[in-house]
């Protein structure tokens, strides 16, 4: 698992963060995060089945450039609404192939987090974890912020 604060310059994180949270953003109502976890979300998704999926693609390019994957598999964007207290939205792996790696970018400060194994780590503006898909991990919901958006992104790096 890899952590990095500050990942992308601020010019670029405040315009992904700006147009993400502006009220003219499309969000698609999930009736669960995960199968069988009664918690839900607002999603976008930005790349799936091998095709773009949304304008909001280059949007993503100062994440992507820093990525810089050999293959995508899969771009969303989550938003986790506040609860009373910080739910978890349920454990599962993205991918059951050791290849790939999973990045989750955090948009806003919040007590909500990324839980992979045992690990927690907590949403901050502009940091990304990066970690193997087929690791067990979480989000979970916020109690301190109206939401809490991540930046999910499925890939095939070079390195492989």
């Not at 910080?86 to 599962?92: L, R």
């Not at 909500?112 to 991990?137: A, L, P, Q, T, W």
Request: net charge positive.
């Amino acid at each position: 698992m890899k952590i990095i604060k500050n990942f992308l310059e601020e010019k670029d994180y405040k315009n992904i963060k700006e147009t993400i949270f502006s009220d003219s953003f499309p969000w698609y109502f999930y009736e669960q995060s995960v199968t069988n976890i009664p918690v839900s979300q607002f999603v976008h998704t930005v790349f799936w089945k091998q095709k773009i999926s949304s304008n909001a693609y280059n949007l993503l390019d100062p994440i992507l450039n820093k990525l810089n994957p050999l293959t995508l598999l899969k771009i969303k964007v989550n938003l986790n609404y506040k609860t009373e207290t910080v739910i978890e939205t349920g454990e599962h792996t993205d991918i059951d192939n050791k290849n790939f790696l999973s990045a989750v970018f955090f948009l806003n400060n919040c007590d909500g987090y990324c839980r992979i194994k045992d690990k927690k780590v907590y949403s901050e503006n502009n940091k990304i974890v990066i970690f193997n898909s087929n690791e067990k991990h979480t989000g979970t919901t916020t109690s301190n912020s109206s939401r809490r958006i991540v930046i999910n992104i499925i890939y095939l790096p070079y390195e492989s």
